[in-house]
């Protein structure tokens, strides 16, 4: 089943140039996501009833073209397939000439509201109506990043109450925000990065310190997000 919604860019969704960034289309593709589920009785509006809510795992977007401030977007999202406690989730996005601008997928986790796993039963997935054989890219899964052998720079961030979302973890749009300021100053400025991929791995709580360390590997530009002792791998955000 493929589900669609409108989102005009307003002036907080763009840098220079007028272009949307890639903070503003996450948002909307999370926010479509989440209207999805809330539409098939398991979504935000739901949880008390359901005890139940999907944590986002992994991120791959790309661009093709980059819409402008004012333009009304036509974002297409659907279930892929579900496996066991896992759901894949694609995206498209389109300008208001029809122009397809974006391609996204993304994995997420089924979780009780005690925060332990649960497995997705059948018929929680049958009215997703996934479908298997639409796309956006080759792979069938999104795949696995790894943690780079050195790093050419380092900082530390502190989570405030503003990055906090409504299960009380630091909100999967600023893990992008904290890598941004990890990038050395002649790097952030080539935004905007037209491939983004995110991976999710521990959340981040309010009050907690983190290391976000950068390197460029392979015409790619990593951040690695840990806890403040190294211990903990919260993320690994890739960029080019």
Not at 191 to 201: S, V
Not at 213 to 232: A, F, L, P, W
């Amino acid at each position: 089943m493929i589900y669609t919604e409108k989102f005009k860019i307003g002036l907080k969704d763009v840098w220079k140039g007028e272009e949307v960034s890639n903070i503003a289309i996450l948002e909307y593709l999370e926010n479509i996501a989440a209207y999805h589920s809330d539409s098939v009785g398991y979504g935000v509006r739901t949880t008390k009833d359901t005890n139940l809510n999907w944590i986002l795992l992994d991120w791959k977007v790309k661009f093709l073209k980059r819409p402008k401030y004012g333009q009304e977007l036509t974002i297409n999202t659907w279930s892929r397939k579900v496996e066991k406690f896992y759901a894949f989730r694609d995206f498209q996005v389109y300008d208001d000439e029809n122009n397809l601008c974006v391609i996204a997928t993304s994995k997420w986790l089924l979780i009780n509201s005690k925060g332990k796993i649960e497995r997705v039963e059948p018929q929680m997935a049958e009215k997703y109506k996934s479908e298997a054989d639409r796309k956006v890219f080759e792979e069938e899964n999104i795949p696995k990043l790894n943690i780079p052998n050195y790093f050419e720079n380092s900082v530390k961030y502190k989570v405030l109450r503003r990055d906090i979302d409504i299960i009380g973890h630091m909100h999967n749009l600023y893990y992008l925000s904290i890598a941004y300021e990890a990038l050395p100053e002649k790097i952030y400025q080539k935004r905007p990065f037209n491939n983004i991929r995110i991976m999710y791995k521990k959340e981040i709580k309010l009050g907690e310190n983190v290391n976000c360390k950068y390197v460029n590997q392979d015409n790619k530009y990593i951040v690695v997000i840990e806890s403040e002792d190294g211990n903990i791998l919260h993320s690994i955000i890739e960029l080019y």
